[in-house]
C-alpha cells in the first residue's frame, strides 16, 4: 500500500517562498511519476508540475520559471520549491503518486498554502 505524506506548506507573503516536500511509502516510488497539483476554493484540482522517473519535467504555464520539481529517490521524497509566490498561488497542494499502466493512481491528504500580505 502507498502512502504519501505532505509537508511544508504555510502563510507566506507574496514575492516569498515555501519547499513542499512528499514522503512516500512503499516500493514504487522509483519506477513512478510524481506530481503536484492544487485546488483552489470554487476551483477544479490542477497539475502544478511533474516529474518523471528519469527526472523529466513539466510546469503548468502558471508557475513556469517560478516552482521547481525534483525528486530525492534514496528519500523517496518529491519536492516543490515555489518561488515569487503570488496571492493566487493560494490552494492546496496535493502530491501525486502514477505508476503507470492501468493500475490504480495515489493521493496525499494535501496541504494548505495561503500567499497573502
Known amino acids: 500500500q502507498v502512502q504519501l505524506v505532505e509537508s511544508g506548506g504555510g502563510l507566506v507573503q507574496p514575492g516569498g517562498s515555501l519547499r513542499l516536500s512528499c514522503a512516500a511509502s512503499g516500493s514504487i516510488f522509483n519506477i513512478a511519476t510524481m506530481g503536484w497539483y492544487r485546488q483552489a476554493p470554487g476551483k477544479e484540482r490542477e497539475l502544478v508540475a511533474r516529474i518523471t522517473s528519469s527526472s523529466s519535467t513539466n510546469y503548468a504555464d502558471s508557475v513556469e520559471g517560478r516552482f521547481t520539481i525534483s525528486r530525492d529517490s534514496a528519500k523517496n521524497t518529491v519536492y516543490l520549491q515555489m518561488n515569487s509566490l503570488k496571492p493566487e498561488d493560494t490552494a492546496v497542494y496535493y502530491c501525486?503518486?502514477?505508476?503507470?499502466?492501468?493500475?490504480?493512481?495515489?493521493w496525499g491528504k494535501g496541504t494548505l498554502v495561503t500567499v497573502s500580505s
Open positions: 501525486n503518486l502514477d505508476p503507470g499502466g492501468p493500475g490504480p493512481r495515489y
